[in-house]
């Protein structure tokens, strides 16, 4: 298993769909099951992936979820298929010693307002099908690919702690940095590793701008970030140009190059020989104090040690209009008070629209596991209640929350 520090970066391979049709797949075909069927193609697209310098390998199983079968009428197959894309990863990786890992796609639901979705049976369920047979399959470790909401990121970072693989999440945004949901790279950066994500960066970069994204949330993260290989790495100055960037993205925090949808096999060896030439990387530094960083799925607050909550916010159906109406120069927090479980769903669906951050006071441990784990963000925990702080602690560990 591997929790992505190194001495040198790691440069992350695969296969793409490009590489899929080039080697003969049909346009209407399913990836995953296409290269299921065809172990001697994928060997060989793993083994080109390997000798290019790759020091960790994806099977592609993005397209092999279980809404993405079904859609094809091969859900009958779904086990057979991601068992078969990790097995064929693994034993490509084998003489090379690289761990291999699976990838997973968004869940394509939502939550209300914007949808009907349920966040456990319809999110956190999609996910945990398919880390259990990823993980019964071999896979060393998790890439959620291509992600746009903080809920889905939640959800299956959720269902791989229950497995114990590492997670490495890769949001897709925009050169602002945001996402088609809404989120922010920052949002997902401060929420996913409270929750214990292993690294987090960039699904792909609209050239000097995507870089820009993810330098600027570099000085908050404490994790490994991950950035797209793209052609704007090396620009036009060659290896000077290459090493030069890379010492810069290294420098900031940057451990993982993904490689998997570069189609330059020479710009991946290029790179690839370049990271011995660097200097041992450093352990991560905490970022500055990012432990009372708090974040809702659009905004991230940074408060300090100084949490100043407002008068305690009764739950209701109005709950969206009092948080947007909540205008006090004196206070920095909005605090909730959740008393049942239909309550922590309009918290959850109320969050968004906050101009603060939020706090929430709780008397029930059901019901403030409830409000925490459908909270999508990082939220705070008023200790002023009447449950004991010993009780409260496990919700640090396993959602970032913060209590105060």
């Given at each position: 298993?591997?929790?992505?520090?190194?001495?040198?970066?790691?440069?992350?391979?695969?296969?793409?769909?490009?590489?899929?049709?080039?080697?003969?797949?049909?346009?209407?075909?399913?990836?995953?099951?296409?290269?299921?069927?065809?172990?001697?193609?994928?060997?060989?697209?793993?083994?080109?992936?390997?000798?290019?310098?790759?020091?960790l390998l994806c099977a592609p199983t993005d397209s092999a979820g279980?809404?993405?079968?079904?859609?094809?009428?091969?859900?009958?197959?779904?086990?057979?298929?991601?068992?078969?894309?990790?097995?064929?990863?693994?034993?490509?990786?084998?003489?090379?010693?690289?761990?291999?890992?699976?990838?997973?796609?968004?869940?394509?639901?939502?939550?209300?307002?914007?949808?009907?979705?349920?966040?456990?049976?319809?999110?956190?369920?999609?996910?945990?099908?398919?880390?259990?047979?990823?993980?019964?399959?071999?896979?060393?470790?998790?890439?959620?690919?291509?992600?746009?909401?903080?809920?889905?990121?939640?959800?299956?970072?959720?269902?791989?702690?229950?497995?114990?693989?590492?997670?490495?999440?890769?949001?897709?945004?925009?050169?602002?940095?945001?996402?088609?949901?809404?989120?922010?790279?920052?949002?997902?950066?401060?929420?996913?590793?409270?929750?214990?994500?292993?690294?987090?960066?960039?699904?792909?970069?609209?050239?000097?701008?995507?870089?820009?994204?993810?330098?600027?949330?570099?000085?908050?993260?404490?994790?490994?970030?991950?950035?797209?290989?793209?052609?704007?790495?090396?620009?036009?100055?060659?290896?000077?140009?290459?090493?030069?960037?890379?010492?810069?993205?290294?420098?900031?925090?940057?451990?993982?190059?993904?490689?998997?949808?570069?189609?330059?096999?020479?710009?991946?060896?290029?790179?690839?020989?370049?990271?011995?030439?660097?200097?041992?990387?450093?352990?991560?530094?905490?970022?500055?104090?990012?432990?009372?960083?708090?974040?809702?799925?659009?905004?991230?607050?940074?408060?300090?040690?100084?949490?100043?909550?407002?008068?305690?916010?009764?739950?209701?159906?109005?709950?969206?209009?009092?948080?947007?109406?909540?205008?006090?120069?004196?206070?920095?927090?909005?605090?909730?008070?959740?008393?049942?479980?239909?309550?922590?769903?309009?918290?959850?669906?109320?969050?968004?629209?906050?101009?603060?951050?939020?706090?929430?006071?709780?008397?029930?441990?059901?019901?403030?596991?409830?409000?925490?784990?459908?909270?999508?963000?990082?939220?705070?925990?008023?200790?002023?209640c009447p449950l004991e702080e010993e009780e409260l602690t496990p919700?640090?560990?396993?959602?970032?929350?913060?209590?105060?």
């Amino acid at each position: 298993m591997t929790d992505f520090t190194c001495s040198t970066p790691l440069l992350l391979g695969g296969v793409n769909e490009f590489q899929l049709r080039y080697a003969g797949m049909p346009e209407n075909a399913s990836p995953a099951c296409w290269a299921a069927q065809r172990p001697s193609v994928l060997h060989t697209l793993f083994e080109n992936a390997l000798q290019a310098g790759a020091t960790l390998l994806c099977a592609p199983t993005d397209s092999a979820g279980l809404h993405d079968l079904a859609a094809l009428g091969l859900e009958d197959q779904f086990e057979a298929i991601n068992t078969s894309l990790v097995e064929e990863a693994k034993k490509a990786a084998a003489p090379y010693a690289v761990p291999a890992g699976a990838s997973l796609s968004p869940s394509g639901s939502q939550l209300p307002p914007q949808g009907n979705a349920d966040f456990d049976d319809d999110i956190y369920q999609f996910y945990r099908r398919q880390v259990r047979v990823l993980k019964r399959a071999g896979a060393e470790f998790i890439v959620l690919d291509r992600q746009c909401a903080l809920a889905d990121m939640r959800a299956a970072v959720l269902a791989c702690r229950t497995t114990g693989l590492p997670v490495l999440a890769l949001v897709e945004a925009d050169s602002k940095g945001e996402t088609a949901t809404g989120s922010s790279l920052l949002s997902c950066l401060i929420t996913l590793q409270s929750m214990g994500a292993a690294g987090v960066g960039l699904a792909a970069a609209q050239a000097e701008e995507g870089m820009h994204t993810l330098l600027k949330a570099a000085p908050h993260a404490a994790v490994p970030l991950a950035a797209p290989v793209t052609e704007a790495l090396g620009g036009e100055g060659g290896a000077p140009a290459l090493s030069r960037q890379l010492a810069l993205l290294v420098q900031q925090g940057v451990r993982i190059f993904d490689a998997r949808r570069c189609n330059n096999p020479e710009l991946i060896r290029e790179l690839a020989q370049c990271f011995p030439l660097l200097p041992p990387l450093s352990p991560l530094e905490e970022p500055d104090p990012d432990c009372y960083a708090v974040a809702v799925e659009g905004e991230v607050f940074f408060l300090g040690d100084n949490f100043v909550y407002s008068d305690p916010l009764p739950c209701t159906s109005h709950l969206a209009d009092d948080l947007i109406d909540l205008e006090d120069e004196s206070i920095n927090t909005a605090l909730v008070e959740v008393e049942d479980l239909s309550e922590a769903l309009i918290l959850a669906e109320a969050a968004p629209l906050s101009r603060l951050p939020i706090a929430v006071r709780c008397t029930s441990l059901p019901v403030l596991d409830a409000a925490v784990r459908y909270f999508q963000g990082r939220l705070i925990i008023d200790t002023d209640c009447p449950l004991e702080e010993e009780e409260l602690t496990p919700f640090v560990g396993k959602y970032g929350a913060i209590l105060y």
